[in-house]
């Protein structure tokens, strides 16, 4: 059942040198650059992108997430899901409007896993990048590197996958689109959408909490993920895996690594969901295939390079 939820609306990242994270995420990618906080904090958007920023990157010690943030619909929906985080037993902190520029009042809350995760009604609104909301152009002309359209999804990886499985369902409204299912049943993937999307979040079963294992932007097309697989090599980008396609979701996809040690991901195309889908099942003897079905096997770095 939905519950007011809209999208994804944010993801803080730590880095350990902005101007190198900069090279990445706003040369590389081709996200925007939007703002810089008196913390020293830098905002990005991809082109499509309505609200004023998607990414925010946090300069520290070691690399990671800090959080992720989810649009809903107004205040009142706000006011609704703050209480049922409190009566599902999460921590739940109030972030007061300005802390993050341009953005309202957020509900901070902790998840089984180890995440954190935030709710907020209220964002500035810059609208696409360099296109008019009447009679737009197809695209703006001074989009740089891979010209990702969209902050879309993140991987993230903990222990409790049923707990926080319930905690996107019962309380967020977000419904299972696909798992994998070990020999003895046990769901050790799952990938939770709150709109037609393959995923707006996923979770992978590991014994350490609070794990991010990527962030990942939208592109339009395969033939942008190969051109973004030669920038890859144009800028001497740490390359994990691809370009290749999924079995999961059937996205086509790249994955690669900013300075700091995150992984990031550019794709295109992906599955649909909606609400009266059964969910996709994979199962654990097929996972090389699951996760990337032209090789059918899998890369150690894959699973185990977490921040």
Same mark, same amino acid.
């Given at each position: 059942?939905?519950?007011?939820?809209m999208?994804?609306?944010h993801?803080?990242?730590?880095v350990?040198?902005?101007?190198?994270a900069?090279?990445?995420?706003?040369d590389l990618?081709?996200l925007?650059?939007m703002?810089?906080?008196?913390? $020293?904090?830098?905002y990005?958007? $991809?082109?499509t992108e309505?609200d004023?920023?998607?990414v925010?990157?946090?300069?520290?010690?070691?690399p990671?997430?800090?959080?992720?943030g989810?649009?809903v619909?107004?205040?009142?929906?706000l006011? +609704?899901?703050?209480g049922e985080?409190?009566?599902?037993?999460?921590?739940?902190?109030?972030?007061p409007? $300005?802390e993050l520029?341009?953005?309202g009042?957020r509900v901070?809350?902790d #998840?089984p896993?180890g995440h954190?995760?935030?709710l907020?009604?209220d964002?500035?609104q810059t609208?696409?990048?360099g296109? #008019? #909301?009447?009679?737009?152009?197809?695209?703006?002309?001074d989009l740089?590197?891979?010209?990702?359209?969209?902050?879309?999804?993140c991987?993230?990886? $903990?222990?409790?996958?049923?707990?926080?499985?319930?905690?996107? +369902?019962q309380?967020l409204?977000?419904?299972?689109?696909?798992?994998?299912?070990?020999e003895?049943g046990?769901r050790v993937?799952?990938?939770?959408?709150?709109?037609?999307?393959?995923?707006?979040?996923?979770?992978?079963?590991h014994?350490?909490?609070s794990k991010?294992?990527h962030?990942?932007?939208y592109l339009?097309?395969?033939e942008?993920v190969?051109r973004?697989?030669d920038?890859?090599?144009?800028t001497d980008?740490s390359?994990d895996?691809?370009p290749?396609?999924?079995?999961?979701?059937?996205?086509?996809?790249?994955y690669?690594?900013?300075? #700091?040690?995150n992984?990031?991901?550019?794709f295109?195309?992906g599955?649909y969901?909606?609400?009266d889908?059964?969910p996709?099942?994979w199962?654990?003897d097929?996972?090389g295939?699951?996760?990337?079905?032209?090789?059918?096997?899998l890369n150690?770095r894959?699973?185990t390079?977490?921040?």
């Open positions: 059942m939905k519950k007011g939820v999208r994804p609306g993801i803080q990242l730590r350990l040198d902005m101007e190198e900069l090279a990445h995420y706003r990618i081709g925007i650059e703002d810089r906080d008196d913390q $020293g904090r830098v990005l958007k $991809g082109w309505v004023k920023f998607s925010v990157l946090r300069e520290a010690d070691e990671g997430m800090d959080f992720v989810f649009k619909l107004n205040n009142q929906v006011e +609704q899901l703050q985080l409190v009566e599902f037993g999460c921590q739940v902190e109030n972030i409007a $300005g520029n341009g953005c009042r901070r809350f #998840s896993t954190m995760f935030e907020y009604a964002k500035e609208g696409k990048w296109i #008019s #909301s009447t009679n737009p152009d197809a695209f703006p002309m740089k590197g891979m010209k990702a359209t969209r902050f879309d999804h991987l993230l990886y $903990g222990g409790d996958l049923d707990g926080t499985l319930k905690l996107f +369902q309380v409204g977000f419904d299972l689109a696909e798992q994998v299912m070990d003895n046990t993937a799952q990938f939770l959408t709150i709109s037609t999307k393959a995923h707006d979040i996923a979770f992978i079963k014994p350490e909490d991010f294992h962030a990942s932007f339009e097309t395969w942008d190969l973004a697989a920038l890859i090599s144009i980008t390359l895996i691809g290749t396609r999924h079995g999961l979701t059937h996205g086509k996809t790249i690669f690594f900013d300075p #700091s040690g992984r990031s991901e550019v295109c195309g599955d969901h909606y609400p889908h059964e996709v099942t199962t654990t097929q996972l295939k699951a996760i990337f079905y032209h090789d059918r096997k150690e894959f699973l390079a977490l921040t």
